[in-house]
T-cell receptor, first 114, second 113 residues
C-alpha cells in the first residue's frame, strides 16, 4: 500500500500570511506530484503539478519537491480568505499495472481569517 | 469544454435497489477511476480502468461493479446498495503519458436508507 502523509492540521493563518502545507510519500519511484484544492462538498480541483526536484511557482502558489527526502510541499503566499479549503496531496504510482493511479493524502484543512 | 460529467448529482435510495451512477469524459483519456469520500477517511479508490474492457479493483471495491465498454464512459453500479455505501462519489479521468494529471467530475452524493 502506497502511503501519502500530510500534516494533519487544521491550519489557520491570518490574511496576507504564508501558508505552508507538507506531504511525504512512501513510493520512491513516484514521478508525478500534485496538489488539489477542495472546497466543502465540491470536487477536488488541480492547482499545482510538479515533476522534478526544486520549486515551481504559479502566481501565489509554489510547489517544492525533494525526491531524495520523498517530500513535497505547497506554499501559498499572501493568503486570502478564499484560499480556505482542504488541500490534498497526490502522488502517482511508479510503474507497472497501476500506472496512471494517484494516491491521495487525507488532506489538510486550511482556514485564512481576515 | 474539457470536462468529466456525472449523473445523478444527488440520489436518495433504499437498501437493495440497484442503481447506476454514470460518468463520462470528453478528453479522450484512457485512465478513469471511481472514488468515494467519507469524513476522516479521505478519498478512497473503488475501481479504475486503464482502457476499454480493462478494469481493476482499487482499495474498497466490495459492493460495487464497473464496466468500460466505451472509452468515454465508466459507470459505477451498486447491485444491492446498503447504508454503509452512503457517501460522496467522484469519477475522475487521467491524462496519460508522463504527467498523470487527474480531473474530477462534480460528484454524486448518495444516501442509502
Amino acid at each position: 500500500q502506497k502511503e501519502v502523509e500530510q500534516n494533519s492540521g487544521p491550519l489557520s493563518v491570518p490574511e496576507g500570511a504564508i501558508a505552508s502545507l507538507n506531504c511525504t510519500y512512501s513510493d520512491r519511484g513516484s514521478q508525478s506530484f500534485f496538489w488539489y484544492r477542495q472546497y466543502s462538498g465540491k470536487s477536488p480541483e488541480l492547482i499545482m503539478s510538479i515533476y522534478s526536484n526544486g520549486d515551481k511557482e504559479d502566481g501565489r502558489f509554489t510547489a517544492q519537491l525533494n525526491k531524495a527526502s520523498q517530500y513535497v510541499s505547497l506554499l501559498i503566499r499572501d493568503s486570502q480568505p478564499s484560499d480556505s479549503a482542504t488541500y490534498l496531496c497526490a502522488v502517482s504510482a511508479s510503474r507497472g499495472s497501476t500506472l496512471g493511479r494517484l494516491y491521495f493524502g487525507r488532506g489538510t484543512q486550511l482556514t485564512v481569517w481576515p | 469544454e474539457a470536462q468529466v460529467t456525472q449523473n445523478p448529482r444527488y440520489l436518495i435510495t433504499v437498501t437493495g435497489k440497484k442503481l447506476t451512477v454514470t460518468c463520462s469524459q470528453n478528453m479522450n483519456h484512457e485512465y478513469m477511476s471511481w472514488y468515494r469520500q467519507d469524513p476522516g477517511l479521505g478519498l478512497r479508490q473503488i475501481y479504475y480502468s486503464m482502457n476499454v474492457e480493462v478494469t481493476d479493483k482499487g482499495d474498497v471495491p466490495e459492493g460495487y461493479k464497473v464496466s468500460r465498454k466505451e472509452k468515454r464512459n465508466f459507470p459505477l453500479i451498486l447491485e444491492s446498495p446498503s447504508p454503509n455505501q452512503t457517501s460522496l462519489y467522484f469519477c475522475a479521468s487521467t491524462r496519460g503519458g508522463p504527467y498523470n494529471e487527474q480531473f474530477f467530475g462534480p460528484g454524486t452524493r448518495l444516501t442509502v436508507l
